[in-house]
């Protein structure tokens, strides 16, 4: 069997993803279809920047979900003959039932570089966006209370996130992630209390209390709608929560290997501080207007005000952090899979697959450029989003 020229390999690559192309046309056509009744959302489609943005970002999304689908090989099988192979270039004896081609060629361990890009997709993008939601719940829980009370509690959380910025942040992650420290603190039964564990215990409870609090507030008037919700909240709350936090999810639905475990409260530490200082200054900034004065007036209480007057209003900037954030986030999980400290050796996030094809990057540059390249685009696409949020949030 010959090796595909260029126009076949493009063709193969381009027909492979087949599913993301119509996933984008569906999410682009229904979405400009109805975008006026989509609020902010419907307001990217007027701006050819969001737009590209938002492409590039679906475009991973998609092929993340899709990729089963779309990956020609396993993303860890070696194949005797395709060591450092060139994109395009065939297998020796496939079988029927596996793609007769290395469409972006492959590794120092022989292994498909197209599919470990497109499997790869899926460990940046069920991480990165994750961990960025759980950090903005605890600088969100945070922050309001420290920008709107002040005083001594504004000191004190303040002075705490400090300290954790005032550390490097890349050698604070290296500390975070190394597999080592899995073996610290005391052993309880069959389980070790370590540093991660601890710091997941704290981190991983401030989903429940946001939500807790805020539906407190919002029907701490109708004991029964309030009731409900906080039922509902604790129970599922508290059952992800001792499956990440823990490891103690009966059903193994919610869990996490001890890497990736150190890699999620890595990321979750080092961002919540940022986002704790971001909604405190919004918070300071906003608690002097005038539809805040009139819900004190009303009666409402501190956290009613916090959470349903303050923080909507804060909604634009917190989105166009929330992107940014991601995208730097994104970064730090490529860095850290580049220096082996990703979520497993053997993994085939975009940071691991480069490192294992940088040392033949003159003779062979497809299994670094091309994992590189998807990172860029993605991390492209999210500042191109959040510059699109940024402008269209300034209308509101």
Not at 14 to 23: I, K, T
Not at 96 to 116: E, K, M, N, Q, T
Request: net charge positive; charged share 10%; proline share 6%.
């Amino acid at each position: 069997m010959d090796a595909l020229t260029w126009p076949q390999l493009l063709a193969a690559v381009l027909w492979r993803l087949w599913p993301v192309w119509l996933a984008l046309l569906a999410t682009f056509a229904l979405s400009i279809r109805y975008r006026n009744r989509l609020g902010l959302y419907g307001r990217l489609f007027d701006s050819p920047i969001s737009m590209i943005g938002f492409a590039l970002v679906m475009f991973w999304v998609f092929t993340a979900l899709f990729a089963g689908l779309i990956a020609t090989h396993d993303p860890l099988t070696q194949l005797s003959g395709m060591k450092n192979a060139l994109p395009g270039a065939p297998l020796r004896n496939p079988a029927a039932s596996v793609f007769p081609h290395y469409l972006l060629g492959g590794d120092v361990l022989a292994r498909d570089v197209f599919s470990r890009v497109v499997v790869g997709a899926r460990s940046v993008l069920a991480i990165a966006p994750a961990a960025t939601a759980f950090a903005f719940m605890a600088g969100i829980t945070l922050g309001l209370p420290a920008g709107y009370f002040g005083g001594r509690l504004d000191a004190g959380l303040s002075f705490a996130s400090n300290l954790v910025l005032a550390f490097p942040v890349i050698l604070l992650f290296y500390l975070l992630v190394t597999p080592e420290i899995q073996q610290t603190g005391p052993a309880i039964g069959h389980w070790r209390a370590s540093i991660p564990n601890v710091m997941a215990a704290v981190l991983f409870a401030f989903p429940v209390i946001f939500f807790c609090t805020l539906w407190n507030a919002r029907f701490h008037t109708d004991r029964r709608r309030r009731a409900i919700w906080l039922g509902v909240t604790l129970i599922l709350g508290l059952w992800v929560y001792a499956g990440l936090a823990f490891n103690a999810d009966p059903t193994g639905l919610w869990s996490m290997e001890p890497n990736l475990l150190n890699v999620f409260v890595a990321v979750v530490f080092v961002n919540a501080p940022t986002v704790f200082r971001i909604v405190r200054g919004i918070t300071m900034d906003l608690k002097s207007r005038d539809y805040v004065a009139a819900a004190q007036t009303r009666g409402e209480t501190a956290w009613y005000v916090m959470l349903w007057e303050i923080l909507p209003n804060a909604r634009g900037p917190l989105i166009v952090d929330f992107c940014l954030r991601i995208g730097y986030t994104t970064i730090l999980l490529g860095a850290l899979g580049f220096f082996g400290l990703g979520v497993s050796p053997e993994s085939p996030d975009w940071g691991s697959t480069i490192n294992a094809g940088r040392k033949l990057l003159s003779q062979f540059p497809a299994p670094a450029l091309v994992p590189a390249l998807a990172l860029m685009s993605l991390v492209l696409g999210l500042n191109l989003l959040a510059d699109g949020l940024r402008e269209e949030s300034l209308k509101d």
